[in-house]
């Protein structure tokens, strides 16, 4: 694809691995300047340094715990002192723990709210500014299929991601007057480690191989197979770009057809 954005800034979060690398990747494939963030230092830098010479562009490593606001304010530092601008910003962190209401105390709901609902605050507000000085901008959050069909065992995780969805489309409406976009894809099974050590989880408790588990959950899926992070990478990359100018406020299914509502 040749998305017509060269040169370009964007900030991609928890990005050294899974769905945000999918997007950091074909983004530094359209020769957009990448500011990746992550916990892990070493995995950071590294992928940082295997982007840059597998697509020619820039690409920035930063330590980034998206749960902490000082670590967010530094990463907007770092990226403003090497690239001078913010462009686009892909709102994303590793999910709440897994399980159901009983499992959970006031100290597991706060952390699960700093993590997936403040975390887009922050992140969002930290990027305004520069964005509003350019005249445009392009934000996608990530949430999950799971706001529109909550799943029985992540119920950190459909309650906060619910929220997120909630503040894209708000935002959509507020800063549409200023050229800035706002979208959340929602991803269904994307094979990455998150989804690989859910399914382990699954199949532990039901004492099965994780084969199994993967094998029914792919029968419910109408394409057959969980998505790759390309396939997560390509439809998030298209979204920033200006090929998608006049789309904005809408949350996207990217899950081969999963999701059996209408809207
Ligand atoms: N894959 C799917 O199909 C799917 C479906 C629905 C929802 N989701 C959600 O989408 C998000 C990404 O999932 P994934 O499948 O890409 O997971 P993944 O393959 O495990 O990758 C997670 C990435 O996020 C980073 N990360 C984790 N916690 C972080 C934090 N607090 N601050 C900054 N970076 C952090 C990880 O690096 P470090 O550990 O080094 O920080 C890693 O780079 C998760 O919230 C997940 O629950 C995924």
Same mark, same amino acid.
């Given at each position: 694809?040749e998305?017509?954005?060269?040169?370009?800034v964007?900030?991609?979060?928890?990005s050294?691995?899974?769905?945000?690398?999918?997007?950091?990747?074909?983004l530094?494939?359209?020769?957009?300047r990448?500011s990746?963030?992550?916990?892990?230092e /070493?995995?950071?830098?590294?992928?940082?340094d295997l982007?840059a010479e597998?697509?020619?562009?820039?690409?920035?490593a930063?330590?980034?715990?998206a749960?902490?606001?000082? /670590?967010?304010?530094?990463?907007?530092?770092?990226?403003?002192?090497?690239?001078g601008n913010?462009?686009?910003?892909?709102?994303?962190?590793?999910?709440?723990?897994?399980?159901?209401?009983? &499992?959970?105390?006031?100290?597991?709901?706060?952390?699960?709210?700093?993590?997936?609902?403040?975390s887009?605050?922050?992140?969002?507000r930290?990027?305004?500014?520069?964005?509003?000085?350019?005249?445009?901008?392009?934000?996608?959050?990530?949430? /999950?299929c799971?706001?529109?069909?909550?799943? &029985?065992f992540?119920?950190l995780?459909?309650?906060m991601?619910?929220?997120?969805?909630?503040?894209?489309?708000?935002?959509?409406r507020?800063?549409?007057?200023?050229?800035?976009?706002?979208?959340?894809?929602?991803?269904?099974?994307i094979?990455?480690?998150?989804?690989?050590?859910? &399914?382990?989880?699954?199949?532990?408790a039901?004492?099965?191989?994780?084969?199994?588990?993967?094998?029914?959950n792919?029968l419910?899926?109408p394409?057959?197979?969980?998505?790759?992070i390309e396939e997560f990478?390509?439809?998030?990359?298209?979204?920033?770009?200006?090929?998608?100018?006049?789309?904005?406020?809408?949350?996207i299914a990217?899950d081969?057809?999963?999701?059996?509502?209408?809207?």
């Amino acid at each position: 694809m040749e998305l017509g954005i060269r040169d370009r800034v964007a900030m991609v979060a928890a990005s050294s691995k899974g769905l945000g690398f999918g997007i950091a990747r074909e983004l530094a494939r359209e020769g957009v300047r990448v500011s990746i963030g992550s916990r892990t230092e /070493s995995e950071v830098f590294e992928v940082a340094d295997l982007l840059a010479e597998e697509t020619g562009t820039e690409v920035l490593a930063n330590v980034l715990d998206a749960a902490d606001p000082d /670590s967010i304010t530094q990463w907007l530092d770092n990226t403003m002192a090497a690239f001078g601008n913010v462009d686009m910003l892909v709102v994303n962190a590793g999910g709440p723990p897994a399980g159901k209401f009983d &499992d959970f105390a006031d100290s597991d709901w706060q952390a699960a709210f700093e993590l997936t609902l403040m975390s887009a605050v922050r992140m969002i507000r930290a990027v305004l500014p520069s964005m509003r000085e350019n005249g445009r901008g392009s934000i996608l959050t990530i949430t /999950s299929c799971s706001v529109k069909e909550p799943i &029985d065992f992540l119920l950190l995780s459909n309650v906060m991601r619910s929220g997120v969805t909630s503040l894209a489309k708000s935002l959509s409406r507020q800063l549409a007057p200023e050229n800035i976009r706002v979208n959340n894809l929602m991803p269904g099974r994307i094979d990455t480690d998150r989804v690989e050590s859910l &399914d382990s989880l699954h199949a532990d408790a039901k004492g099965v191989p994780v084969e199994e588990v993967r094998a029914a959950n792919e029968l419910g899926i109408p394409l057959g197979r969980y998505g790759t992070i390309e396939e997560f990478g390509r439809f998030g990359a298209f979204l920033l770009s200006d090929a998608a100018s006049y789309i904005t406020g809408q949350t996207i299914a990217v899950d081969g057809g999963s999701v059996s509502t209408v809207w």
